[in-house]
């Protein structure tokens, strides 16, 4: 209690010194007050122009074109707009569009009005919901209207302008790489086709050589094997024949049918159609066409012995016909005969065939891995033109779905109006702000000085500066000329503070009427 006792005496103290030292206050009320109160009486009227957008990034189209057209982020994109709008190129057409660059002289007075607005236009976001604010204050209403009206226009014909222009840029990248493309697929396919007519009679038909030697030489076998199983068919049939003499006769045909029918017709009918097949797709020099010819003629010669025999059999001594038995045996020799020859023709060719891939053993395997290496290119060029048409497509249906529906809509929420009214300077802020400024410096120096130059006030503060005992106090001789000199000078404190505080209400009331004046024409 005594410590909280003691701080306000000494803030009393404080309050008496600075008192006493009053006129400091009158002095610098009167230098700061009067000229500060000219000074904002005559600041321009600034106005104010402001605008609100929305920016509609929803698109009717999006859903249904994912997956088919090339998508952007719209939100993205009106961000990075709004970041780069108050870049300096954009600043300077603002400034060329609304003709402040009129009142340019020099490049340097341009660039003053430049950097002017790129710090005094204003652009910022309410957030998620994609709504803009613009606005820019100027001590002339229609200039600050202009601008505000040239930078919205800017910024939506900015991101629209944009967007259509990463769509032209990205169509004709895609048409020049298709054309590139292109080139790179005529020439691959002019070399594969060059490559195989050069080497259209070495090259295997169909799968690599050493498939196709393998292939050929498991044939061989197979080949062998079943003119090894026919010649034994043979041998048995004709050591049957030998032991059994019969006398029934086997029959080329029946003796009712005009035309005689061996076993050998079906199979005859059977190799036509299929060299008929043959000739479709290759020529007579082919060996697959040589081959199928070859068997038909040994089949045909076959069946003309047979006929012979059956028109010519008889006995060992020629008097009697062959017994059934025999008859049957000798056909069915007749047919393997026949097979066996199909067979050992087969086997020529299937060896000579062999003979033919052995011999360009070193040469056909180094032909192939050039064919390899030109349809893998070839491929990997066509599988890129592919894709580069695809996404050709993809761009065409993006630019048409831009035409028809604009990605980012925008719609303007409060369009830019010249303003009626000045939006500031707030002179009644700017006058109280004077007021305090001039009062509380001379405050301030009173109590600076009193501090410098004490004055002690009570018999007490002695003792805080000297050791010496208080026993008294003595009054002033002439007490009632000092009350005097004291209420003069209060007298001339009041009428100087009332002078300031009466300008500063005059300034107020002013101001505080032509606002509801403008009010009031609004």
């Not at 709008?85 to 430049?114: C, H, K, M, W, Y």
């Not at 192939?368 to 592919?386: F, H, M, P």
Request: proline share 3%; hydrophobic share 40%; aromatic share 6%.
């Amino acid at each position: 209690m005594q410590d909280l006792q003691q701080t306000l005496v000494q803030i009393l103290d404080y309050v008496k010194g600075i008192w006493i030292k009053k006129r400091y206050v009158m002095l610098f009320s009167w230098l700061i007050c009067p000229i500060g109160f000219i000074y904002v009486a005559t600041l321009p009227d600034q106005y104010a122009s402001r605008a609100q957008v929305f920016v509609d990034t929803r698109s009717v189209l999006q859903p249904l074109l994912r997956g088919l057209a090339i998508q952007t982020n719209p939100d993205q994109e009106i961000q990075m707009m709004a970041k780069t709008l108050l870049s300096r190129s954009n600043v300077e057409i603002i400034a060329r569009e609304s003709d402040l660059d009129i009142a340019a002289q020099t490049e340097a007075q341009f660039e003053g009005i430049v950097s002017e607005l790129v710090n005094s236009i204003r652009l910022s976001s309410t957030g998620r919901d994609n709504i803009y604010n613009i606005s820019y204050e100027n001590k002339d209403a229609i200039v600050a209207q202009k601008v505000v009206k040239e930078t919205l226009d800017l910024f939506v014909e900015g991101a629209l302008g944009n967007n259509r222009r990463d769509t032209d840029t990205a169509g004709k990248f895609l048409e020049e790489q298709i054309a590139e493309y292109e080139s790179r697929l005529s020439e691959a396919e002019q070399r594969v086709a060059d490559f195989k007519r050069q080497y259209n009679d070495i090259l295997p038909l169909s799968g690599t050589y050493y498939a196709q030697l393998q292939r050929l030489q498991g044939e061989l076998e197979d080949t062998q094997l079943q003119i090894k199983q026919t010649k034994q068919q043979v041998d048995s049939l004709k050591s049957q024949m030998a032991q059994k003499k019969s006398s029934d006769s086997f029959g080329v045909t029946n003796a009712d049918e005009p035309v005689l029918r061996t076993r050998y017709d079906d199979r005859i009918r059977g190799l036509e159609e299929q060299l008929d097949t043959l000739k479709l797709r290759f020529t007579d020099k082919h060996p697959d066409v040589i081959e199928t010819k070859a068997l038909l003629e040994s089949l045909e010669a076959a069946r003309t012995k047979e006929i012979d025999a059956f028109l010519n059999e008889s006995d060992e001594d020629g008097t009697q016909p062959l017994n059934d038995l025999n008859r049957e045996i000798k056909l069915e020799v007749s047919r393997y005969q026949s097979n066996l020859a199909a067979l050992e023709v087969k086997e020529t060719d299937v060896k000579a065939k062999i003979a033919r891939l052995e011999s360009k053993v070193d040469l056909i395997p180094q032909i192939e891995a050039e064919n390899t290496a030109l349809n893998r290119d070839y491929s990997i060029t066509k599988g890129k033109y592919e894709e580069l048409l695809s996404r050709k497509e993809a761009a065409d249906l993006s630019r048409r779905a831009e035409v028809s529906s604009e990605e980012l809509q925008f719609r303007i929420i409060e369009p830019p109006l010249v303003p009626k009214r000045p939006s500031g300077p707030n002179r009644l802020i700017l006058y109280t702000a004077v007021l305090i400024i001039g009062f509380g410096s001379g405050i301030g120096v009173a109590f600076l000085v009193s501090q410098l130059n004490p004055i002690l006030i009570r018999p007490k503060q002695l003792l805080q500066i000297a050791d010496y005992p208080i026993w008294g106090t003595v009054t002033h001789l002439d007490l009632s000329e000092i009350k005097r000199k004291n209420r003069n000078r209060l007298l001339i404190f009041l009428l100087s503070s009332g002078s300031i505080v009466a300008m500063y209400a005059v300034l107020a009331a002013a101001e505080i009427l032509n606002i509801h004046l403008l009010g009031g024409l609004l």
